[in-house]
């Protein structure tokens, strides 16, 4: 994968368009997703941890919203050779590098790359999902059918591991850790500009969750455990497991 540097809201803009998945943003979302999300390398070591735990020989493996296919490689790399595993986005051209990173990678587990939104996704036979910072981009009113439609699909003991941004429901404790994911982004090299434009660009398209609601809907769609299990910020990961 590229690691170029990420720009995409370093010059002032003259109008802020919703955030979008693009071509600029995916020559740069490596470098983007290290430099924004505190936590991102271990989540995806806990993504390596948790496939060697929990995939099952001749099942699937989901990663919805598989972007560059950085949490995908980690499944791939550590699951069972007969397990097919999936990724699936809906920005072609996250999906294009992400085939392109793919085609690198040479271990033995069978690998498709669907540009697709996630919400026609088939679900089945699955022992692994991840959805690695994507729920909150879905529209809200889709994210318990989805949440429905994951558990429905994976097989027994199998495992949803969920990261979130999340809103914090103390108001004050919320905004101390809005300042001080900024103050991340600022040590990663972001400017007051950059760091203010992204923030309004992501307005109404990244819509976070409690972690309360979180929980709730893990339990409505037939999760039997919920766990948070990783929290950095108002950055958070759950292992909810399909008794
Ligand atoms: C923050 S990125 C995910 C990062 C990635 N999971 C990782 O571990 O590096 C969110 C991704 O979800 C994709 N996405 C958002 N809504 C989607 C949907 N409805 N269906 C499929 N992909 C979607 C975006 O195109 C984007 O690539």
């Not at 991102?40 to 993504?47: F, Q, T």
């Not at 994507?134 to 429905?152: G, H, M, N, P, S």
């Not at 905004?175 to 991340?184: A, G, K, P, S, V």
């Amino acid at each position: 994968m590229s690691n170029k540097k990420d720009t995409v809201f370093s010059r002032q803009l003259p109008a802020i368009q919703g955030f979008e998945f693009n071509a600029q943003v995916a020559d740069v979302f490596e470098n983007m997703i290290h430099r924004s999300v505190p936590g991102y390398d271990l989540l995806l070591n806990m993504i390596a941890v948790l496939s060697q735990k929990y995939a099952l020989p001749g099942t699937r493996c989901y990663d919805l919203g598989c972007s560059l296919g950085a949490s995908t490689l980690q499944i791939r790399r550590n699951v069972p050779s007969d397990c097919v595993v999936v990724g699936v986005d809906s920005s072609a051209a996250m999906v294009t590098r992400c085939r392109q990173n793919m085609m690198r990678d040479h271990s033995q587990a069978n690998v498709e790359i669907l540009e697709q939104d996630l919400l026609q996704t088939e679900i089945t036979n699955a022992s692994v999902v991840v959805m690695n910072f994507t729920l909150q981009f879905v529209a809200d009113t889709e994210r318990q059918q989805t949440l429905c439609r994951i558990a429905e699909g994976l097989v027994p003991g199998g495992i949803l591991i969920l990261a979130e941004k999340v809103k914090l429901e103390d108001t004050a404790v919320n905004q101390r850790m809005i300042e001080l994911h900024q103050d991340f982004k600022k040590l990663k090299g972001y400017s007051d500009l950059e760091i203010a434009q992204k923030r309004a660009s992501l307005e109404d398209v990244l819509v976070p969750n409690t972690i309360t609601e979180h929980r709730q809907r893990m339990f409505s769609a037939g999760f039997g455990t919920v766990e948070l299990f990783v929290r950095c910020l108002n950055f958070v990961a759950f292992l909810a497991i399909k008794s």
